[in-house]
Structure formats: structure tokens, C-alpha cells
């Protein structure tokens, strides 16, 4: 359905002169609407074209405008936040597997006065359906945002057309996303959780890691509100992603920075990795919960109850351990200094300092390649734990290696390479999630046995979901030799030599 | 998606204003509604204001190639499109007849319409045909709008009868319509049916807001939402929607 921007100074008169060969205009009475945008903190639905929004104005309901898809609307009780909140039906179905495990969150706001109508043709029947509205947005205290604007919705291309010939009226997008988040100090995309560097490959290799380091900070302070609210899961788990990627970057690209500099940041960036481990730890189990129910036979995913309401109360616990981590001294201190040490255009001391970023970046990328296989291809037929989670670790290097530098090599190079490496580290995450997860359910079973709701049911429900979990644990086992030898073999060999081979000789 | 007829074999007993204010209501509830009107006189597609005219209408259910998704018009509310009579319709039974296998055509359409609705919502002519009897072998309940007189009554047997007889597990979903609570007849008779466990509970009343619906062409709760008859077709909506598991 066009909608078109209009003239404050066009009246109804001329707007419906103007439709007169449409037929008549006939509309509804003025009502205020209260809009409110809403997407994840990473843009999950307008990253697929999908865009929400609640309005109230008497009841509330959500409205979503999906691509071309007719626009849809539901009643809704509550606003919704996790897929879980969402009214059944069509917006479930539609949006919830978009969200995943995040949260809705008001991302903007519009206060509209608006007129639906009609026009008639002769007859009284339906020709084409209007919405005028006059849009105000709204900044985040609820005060109005810059002056108002009116458009029209009209759903027939010619009465579209002919309303454009009208001076000042022009088509427009069929929401105010953009503007209403921009009050918000927002803008749809701004922020995803995939790192988004642009190097330059002649670039000295100490500014192009401190881009990187700056990128990974940036991303820590962005997610330390989000984490302290708990809207969802994810601010912590990106936060902790960052943190890890910068101590990989510290601790992989040596030589570049002084380590007078680098040693104490990466100390504080261990500490915030241990701080919020718990908590991290927790929510997986939570998140996994509904799988786990599935694991076990029907009657025993009831007794599996206790485990869950110890684990959310164990989860408040490390969460607020968390809150007080991120609100310490400790934290901002070390942001501020952080940010302020990598804020320089100095040249940096280190021996590899001043080469150009591209070669360094491809002997890292061919070491960590090496190292994977030099581990990997010792191991027997029934490997040791330690053993595959060393080449787990090994192959999380290469990831965050080939991420880091990705804008220096060819796009679709190194999107193969991280494919290739991804279905390795998909096996390997599966056998440490598993054994992780088992021993989690042991300490759990110490920890609840004492507890009087706590049933025999429920211990052997526990004892079932670990030999569920092992069962699964073996095919991982099983697969990954599998997944090695490819990852080892000869093509994927010489694509990782060619990615770093052509980068050296430019 | 779901599919529900609203039928009876007898005319004059609210049929059509219980399919639009259904639709309205099940619309407002958050479904993707179509309001299919197979009825060659063109009442529902007249309360919505659109034009009874199909584009190829006979066409568009006979033929396997049309996708009847895509004559679905919007109406002015939202979630609720409608697929409008033409006066050709009063031909289908000759021309499913012609094109063999009505049940598997009339499967195919709704299928169709799954693609983009949630549920349909099919106002069938008062008769039986070749028509009723491809719906109701394909539909998920049939709806029968009862007024509490004995003739209507014997109508309601009639339509089980046939439904037990053709159906395909179609729930049939008898509701007290025009209920005029000044006449004893109607009360004593109400009473009689509410005590049937068939029935749906909620009756609509006889109100002169149902009868202006030909004046402002719109479902009642869109003009007068807070009368006692908008009030009754939304709770008969949430009742509907609760025994079929929209």
C-alpha cells in the first residue's frame, strides 16, 4: 500500500477535489495513536525486511509490516519481549524463529493523530481504503521529536499517482522506523554482534590491530546496559564474545603492541570472562532446558522440574554478581584506560609494528591453519577429551584470526574457509558442550539431592538426561573424524594456502 | 488454516450478517481471514462494500490453474479479505458437475487460500446443491444460525441429516439467531435448544443495529461495538474459535 507525504497546507477540500475521479472520499473520526517500533538490539527483523510495532489507543495491538505481505494486526495483552510473549498465530509463527533467543525492546516512537476512511465509488462500494495520519515522533522521554508530518496510506496505484501530481506530496517509506529511532540514538543495523572492520591492507599492522581492539571495546560498552537489564541472554554472551576475541587478538598478534600496555588489559579482559562464566554457563542449561525435556521419556521431563527452578535461582544469583562487576570501579576504569590507551596514532614499539597488516595477517591466519592440523593429526581413533579441546581452542584462533582480518583477503575466500572450519567447530563445540553439560548435571544432582521437593524421580530423571547427553557426546566423537579429515584434506590444504599465499605476494 | 460454512437450507434466518460479523470478529482476533461468498446473491459481499463480481468466477473454483488467493480483495479492516459472489455462482453445481470431482476442486481452493489465510469463512447459498454438499465435505464445522420457531428447528435436523450423510468429520455447530426476547415462543424454544449440548451458548439477538447493516455496510462491531448484538457475535466468535481450535 503507497503511502505519501503531504503538505501541511493541503485540507481535506482539496484532498478530496483531488480524488473526485476516484470517487468520494468518506472518513472515519480522529483518534490518537501511540506507536512504539520494535526490533532486537541486533535488527533481527528489519535485517529480514519485517517491521513491528505496537500501538495503543484504547486496547493495544501489533502491527507488523512484512515485505510485501498485506500489513497484519493483533490484539496483544502485554507487550511482548521473547518469542515466547508473542500472541499465538500468524506473528508467532511469523517473527518468533526471527527473534531466536532475543528480546523485542522499544527502539523508537511515534504519537499519531489518525483518520481511516474510504473511497466510494457511485454505488457506495469499496474503491481504495485511506489512513491519514499526522506523525509526531517521540524521543525517548516521551517529548516530542521535531515537527509533525502528514501522510497518506491509499491502497490504488492511480489515485496514488494522481495525489503525486500535487505539489509537495511525494512518496514516502510505509513506516517511520528510520526517524524514530534516529530520536532513540538509534539506527536500524547499527549494531550486530558479527565483527565489521575495514582494514587497508598496506596499513601499519599497530593501527590496524588497534581498529580491531577499539571495535571489540566498543562492543563491550554497547552491551554492558542490555547485560545489567537482563533484557535477554545475549548482551552477556556478546560482551563475553568481545572480551575473547580480544584476548585472542592480544595474545595472537604478539609484537605489534608493548606488552607494558597489553598485559594488564588483557588481565582485565580474563576477569570479566571469569566474572560472567557463571551466568553464561547458566543460561545455556536454561536455553537448553526445553531440549533436555525432550531427551528424556515424557513422564520423566516433569521430574525435571526442581532442576530448572534451581537453575533460574542460581542464575539470579550470577547475574547479580554480574550487575555488580559491570557497575564496579574495576570496569569502567579499565574501559576508560582501555579506550584512551588504544585512542593514539603513536607508532607502536613492537618488532612487527610498522609491517603492512595483510602479511601479518597472513602468517597468522597459515600458522593457526598449521597448528590445527599439527594437533589434529596425532590423535588415535578414541581420542582424550583434552585432546579435541585443544583443537577446539586451536580452531576458535583460526575463526577469530579470519574474522578479524577478513576485509583483507576475498570475501568469498574467506567465507568458504570459515564454512569449512565452521562444520569442524560445530563437532568440536557439541563433544565440550556435552561433557560440560554432564558434569554440570552430576554437581547439580549433588546440589539438589539434600533438597526435600526434590524427589528420587528426579535424580533419575537427571540420571537419564546424562546417558542422553553421552549418547549424543559419542555421535559427536563419532562425527568428528569424519569432519577432520576433510577439514585436513588436500583442497581445503591448498584453499587455505592459496587465501594466504596471494595476500604475501601483493 | 481452518474452514468454516456458515449454512442452513433455510433463508431469512441471519445467515449472511452472522458470516460478515464472524469474519470482522475473528479479523480483530488476529487471524488472516478470507470471507468467501458463494452465494449468487451477493449479500456479504454487499456489507463489505465490495463489488459482486469475480473475474472468471466460475472459472476461479472449477479450474485448478487459478489460484483463488489471489482474487481474495482486501475490505477496509484489517486481517479480513473477501472473495465476493458473482451471479454466475447460481450455475456452479452445472459446472462442477461439468468438471467432475467437486469434493477434490473445493479441497484444492481452500488449500489455496491456506497458502496466505488462517481461516475462511464460506457463506453458502441456502439450498442443497452439489455445492453444500462439496463444502461440507470439505470444510472443518458447519455453522447454523437457528431462530427459535419449529420450522427452523426441523431445518437444523435436516442440515445434520445431511452432513452425517456427506460430511467428512465436519462438526456441525448450531447457534441461536435473532432471538427476540420479548416473544415467549422464542424464549421457550431458546431454552429447549440451549439444552441441546450441540448448541453453541451464545445467541444472537434480534437488534435493529443487525438490520442497519444494508444501510452502513459494515459488521456491526465497526460501527456500534459496544451494542448488545456486536457484543454477542464477538463472544460467539470466541466460542466458535474455542470448540474448532482455530
Not at chain 1, 504519537?111 to 457511485?122: A, F, N, P, Q, S
Not at chain 1, 557463571?278 to 531440549?291: F, N, Q
Request: hydrophobic content about 45%; glycine content about 6%; charged content about 25%.
Amino acid at each position: 500500500m503507497p503511502r505519501l507525504l503531504t503538505p501541511p497546507d493541503l485540507d481535506d477540500a482539496s484532498f478530496a477535489a483531488a480524488m473526485k475521479p476516484v470517487g468520494e472520499i468518506a472518513l472515519g473520526p480522529a483518534r490518537i495513536v501511540i506507536t512504539t517500533y520494535l526490533d532486537t538490539f541486533d535488527w533481527r527483523l528489519f535485517n529480514v525486511g519485517m517491521v513491528l510495532t505496537e500501538e495503543l489507543a484504547g486496547g493495544r495491538r501489533l502491527c507488523l509490516l512484512d515485505n510485501d505481505a498485506a500489513p497484519y494486526a493483533t490484539p496483544a495483552e502485554a507487550r511482548p519481549t521473547i518469542a515466547e510473549t508473542l500472541p499465538a498465530g500468524h506473528l508467532a509463527d511469523r517473527i518468533g524463529r526471527a527473534l531466536g533467543v532475543r528480546s523485542l525492546l522499544p527502539v523508537g516512537a511515534t504519537r499519531i493523530v489518525r483518520r481511516d476512511g474510504r473511497i466510494e465509488d457511485r454505488n457506495g462500494n469499496l474503491v481504495a481504503r485511506l489512513r491519514l495520519d499526522e506523525v509526531t515522533v517521540i524521543d525517548s522521554r516521551g517529548g516530542p521529536a521535531g515537527q509533525a508530518v502528514t501522510t497518506v496510506w491509499i491502497d490504488h496505484s492511480a489515485a496514488a499517482a494522481m495525489l503525486e501530481r500535487i505539489a509537495g506530496v511525494s512518496v514516502i517509506a510505509g513506516h517511520d522506523l528510520v526517524t524514530a529511532a534516529a530520536a532513540w540514538g538509534r539506527t536500524p543495523g547499527d549494531y550486530s554482534s558479527k565483527l565489521r572492520i575495514q582494514l587497508d591492507p598496506e596499513e601499519h599492522a599497530d593501527r590496524a590491530l588497534r581498529a580491531i581492539l577499539l571495535d571489540l571495546l566498543s562492543t563491550i560498552e554497547i552491551n554492558t546496559d542490555g547485560a545489567i537489564a537482563d533484557h535477554d541472554s545475549e548482551f552477556v554472551h556478546d560482551l563475553r564474545v568481545a572480551c575473547r576475541r580480544s584476548r585472542s587478538a592480544l595474545t595472537q598478534v604478539k609484537g605489534v603492541l608493548e606488552p607494558e600496555l597489553t598485559a594488564p588489559a588483557n588481565a582485565e579482559l580474563k576477569w570479566l570472562g571469569k566474572v560472567t562464566n557463571p551466568l553464561r554457563d547458566l543460561d545455556v542449561y536454561l536455553l537448553e532446558m526445553p531440549s533436555y525435556r525432550s531427551l528424556v521419556p515424557p513422564d520423566a521431563a516433569a521430574d525435571l522440574a526442581p532442576v530448572e527452578s534451581s537453575l533460574r535461582r542460581s542464575r539470579a544469583r550470577a547475574h547479580r554478581a554480574v550487575v555488580r562487576a559491570l557497575r564496579s570501579t574495576r570496569f569502567s576504569a579499565f574501559t576508560a584506560g582501555w579506550r584512551a590507551a588504544l585512542m593514539t596514532d603513536a607508532p607502536a614499539p613492537g618488532p612487527e609494528a610498522q609491517r603492512p597488516v595483510v602479511e601479518l595477517a597472513a602468517d597468522r591466519v597459515d600458522r593457526a591453519y598449521r597448528r590445527i592440523l599439527k594437533h589434529g593429526l596425532r590423535l588415535g581413533d578414541d581420542p582424550p577429551a583434552t585432546a579435541l579441546h585443544q583443537i577446539r581452542i586451536d580452531a576458535k584462533k583460526l575463526r577469530y584470526l579470519l574474522e578479524f582480518f577478513a576485509s583483507l583477503f576475498p570475501a568469498r575466500d574467506v567465507a568458504d574457509r570459515v564454512g569449512d572450519l565452521k562444520r569442524l567447530q560445530d563437532i568440536l563445540g557439541g563433544v565440550n558442550d556435552m561433557q560440560v553439560q554432564r558434569r554440570r548435571l552430576t554437581e547439580l544432582a549433588e546440589e539438589l539431592r539434600p533438597e526435600p521437593s526434590v524427589g528420587t524421580g528426579c535424580l533419575l530423571a537427571l540420571g537419564r538426561l546424562a546417558g542422553a547427553l553421552e549418547a549424543r557426546q559419542d555421535g559427536f566423537r563419532h562425527d568428528f573424524h569424519n569432519a577432520f579429515a576433510d577439514f585436513a584434506s588436500k583442497p581445503v590444504r591448498h584453499a587455505f594456502e592459496q587465501l594466504t599465499r596471494v595476500r604475501r605476494q601483493t | 488454516m481452518k474452514s468454516l460454512a456458515v449454512w442452513t437450507v433455510k433463508g431469512g434466518v441471519g445467515k449472511t450478517t452472522a458470516a460478515v460479523n464472524l469474519a470482522h470478529a475473528a479479523a480483530g482476533d488476529g487471524l488472516r481471514t478470507v470471507l468467501w461468498d458463494l452465494d449468487p446473491q451477493g449479500a456479504a459481499s454487499f456489507y463489505l462494500r465490495i463489488p459482486p463480481q469475480l473475474d472468471e468466477a466460475v472459472d476461479a473454483v472449477t479450474r485448478r490453474s487459478v489460484d483463488l488467493a489471489e482474487l481474495a480483495r482486501p475490505t477496509e479492516f484489517d486481517n479480513l479479505a473477501m472473495l465476493p459472489a458473482d451471479f454466475a455462482f447460481r450455475h456452479l453445481d452445472l459446472a462442477l458437475d461439468a468438471a467432475g470431482k467437486p469434493r477434490k476442486r473445493f479441497a484444492a481452493k481452500l488449500k489455496d487460500l491456506g497458502r496466505r489465510f488462517d481461516l475462511a469463512i464460506l457463506d453458502c447459498p441456502p439450498s442443497v446443491s452439489l455445492v453444500s454438499e462439496a463444502v461440507v465435505k470439505t470444510v472443518d464445522a458447519v455453522l447454523v444460525p437457528v431462530i427459535p420457531s419449529t420450522l427452523s428447528m426441523r431445518t437444523l435436523h435436516q442440515v445434520r441429516t445431511f452432513v452425517a450423510e456427506h460430511g467428512r468429520g465436519a462438526a456441525v455447530l448450531p447457534f441461536l439467531s435473532m432471538v427476540d426476547r420479548r416473544k415467549r415462543m422464542h424464549l421457550e424454544l431458546a431454552r429447549a435448544c440451549l439444552a441441546d449440548p450441540g448448541f453453541l451458548t451464545v445467541a444472537v439477538p434480534s437488534a435493529s443495529v443487525v438490520e442497519k447493516m444494508g444501510l452502513t455496510r459494515a459488521p456491526v462491531a465497526a460501527t456500534l461495538p459496544s451494542q448488545p448484538a456486536a457484543r454477542a457475535f464477538a463472544a460467539l466468535w470466541r466460542e466458535i474459535r474455542d470448540r474448532v481450535g482455530v
